[in-house]
């Protein structure tokens, strides 16, 4: 116990490295999921295929093929030499991206078309009715299902253990060699995703109380 | 009409993953050849001039040889041996962690410029990698809990679980002897250290694991030895290698010699009693 006290700043630091991997990841999900969400709903033919061929692929295949599929292949292939850190944040936003879509779909398409239609009534464009008057609302009422992919993400991140990431399970694994005391710091590790997934939950609920929009969802 | 909307629902929903696996199958083969890693280019096919930067790749899971200080820095039997090397020369070493089972990858695609961490100099990995001269030798051991008193041979037929570390050459040994027609389980752990847990805590009859290992093991853990007892030992003697990419002639050859001139001295000895290997 007392070897593993020793550590403890290691493994904490890692707290920093994990929220950056799931910040990174979100921020990009979010505007890849929000444009093809857009483009899931009032997109031609061709776009809706397209992007149900991109969602699809990233619903599909597990993170850690995709880790090592654009680690190892797309990217050196493409010409970028992107850093673990680097790739690990945007996989996970690709990937995220295509969850967030649907969330976002799923939020768009519980509005209903009236009110684009009553935008549209009023003398907007149909882009600035999407964005003025149909994404505001969306936004709102995704926001549950949204602190759900956070909750999924912030687990998901330890995966990037495999390329090196020195995040929050990297740094554990390393201390549990060291201290020959595997239980300990996976307790710990466990504890502080427990804390991280509830923290950040917490937030997300409580950006939705205060939004929320009564009567349009829930209770007034 | 709702039970023939339901058979073509099924018959859509069955044709689609179908066509999905066909079409991922085909569309991977055609793929695989424009993804693939790009062939290991040799950076270092003259010796590194004083001030080049090195990167020392190491799994940071493997002591003594390779793992982590309180303050996140890296330290061990290889550790030391790498930085006497970068200092022989001038270089900057970056010592750099990375999971085991990607190390090599990470090799030949650049982003390590070698392995100095434990690693075995099998003709598997002498393929794609290149060895410096062997600086260690170890064998495979067999090990069971004290209390165990089958032999070798009822302990491999037991139809039980044997642990190994996933990727090592432990999980190669146990391979070939489920090939050789022995029967048991294979059980991969991600580490030496939680192969052997898996016997102490009941989950496997006996641990593949290697002198190199379970020497400082034992020596720095003497509650952890007097729970186990070697069985047998398996195949002959091993060795660990610094591994490169290949075609890097000048950091391999560098590594070599240095290696040899720091075995020769009584520095060797020293480090090898500092960290009980």
């Known amino acids: 116990m007392a070897a593993f006290a020793e550590f403890l700043p290691y493994i904490l630091s890692g707290v920093v490295w994990t929220l950056g991997l799931v910040a990174g990841g979100i921020g990009i999900g979010f505007v890849i999921g929000l444009l093809m969400s857009i483009g899931q709903i009032y997109g031609g033919e061709d776009i809706k295929a397209i992007l149900h061929a991109y969602v699809w692929f990233f619903r599909s295949i597990p993170l850690i093929v995709l880790l090592f599929l654009f680690y190892f292949g797309v990217f050196p292939a493409t010409g970028f030499k992107l850093d673990p850190l680097a790739c690990s944040i945007v996989v996970l936003g690709l990937r995220s991206g295509a969850y967030q879509s649907q969330i976002f779909r799923g939020a768009i398409l519980s509005l209903g078309d009236t009110q684009l239609l009553a935008a549209r009534a009023l003398g907007m464009s149909k882009l600035r009715g999407i964005f003025h008057i149909v994404l505001p609302q969306a936004l709102r009422i995704s926001l549950p299902g949204w602190s759900n992919e956070y909750a999924t993400m912030i687990k998901d991140s330890a995966i990037t253990f495999t390329l090196g990431v020195l995040e929050i399970l990297t740094r554990t694994r390393y201390v549990a060699m060291a201290t020959h005391q595997p239980l300990i710091p996976y307790f710990f590790a466990g504890g502080l995703f427990i804390v991280l997934t509830y923290a950040g939950s917490k937030i997300v609920n409580t950006v939705y109380e205060r939004t929320k929009i009564p009567g349009l969802v829930g209770r007034l | ?277």
């Open chain 2, 1 to 277: 009409m709702s039970e023939k909307k339901s058979r073509r629902g099924f018959l859509k929903t069955a044709g689609v993953g179908v066509g999905g696996l066909v079409v991922g199958a085909l569309a991977g083969t055609a793929v695989a050849p424009l993804i693939a890693p790009p062939p290991p280019k040799a950076k270092w096919a003259d010796l590194p001039p004083s001030g080049s930067t090195i990167i020392h790749g190491m799994d940071a899971a493997y002591p003594p040889f390779t793992q982590i200080d309180p303050s996140g820095n890296a330290v061990g039997f290889d550790v030391d041996v790498v930085n006497l090397i970068a200092n022989k020369y001038g270089w900057q070493i970056v010592h750099k962690p990375w999971d085991w089972s990607a190390i090599i990858t990470a090799v030949q695609s650049g982003d390590l410029d070698f392995v100095a961490s434990g690693m075995t100099d099998t003709a598997a990995r002498s393929e794609i990698v290149w060895f410096s001269v062997p600086y260690y030798s170890y064998i495979h051991q067999l090990l069971a809990l004290v209390t165990e008193t089958r032999s070798r041979d009822d302990i491999l037929n037991s139809g039980g679980f044997i642990a190994c570390q996933t990727g090592a050459t432990s999980d190669e040994w146990a391979t070939k002897l489920l090939a050789k027609g022995y029967k048991f389980q294979k059980l991969g752990l991600d580490s030496y250290e939680l192969a052997f847990k898996a016997v102490t805590d009941g989950r496997a009859v006996a641990v593949i694991s290697d002198s190199a290992f379970t020497g400082p093991l034992f020596k720095t853990q003497p509650d952890v030895a007097a729970k186990f007892r070697v069985v047998s030992t398996i195949g002959g003697d091993a060795t660990y290698g610094y591994a490169t990419r290949p075609g890097d002639y000048g950091l391999r050859n560098a590594i070599s010699h240095a290696l040899e001139d720091i075995m020769a001295t009584t520095d060797w000895q020293d480090l090898r009693d500092k960290w009980s290997v």
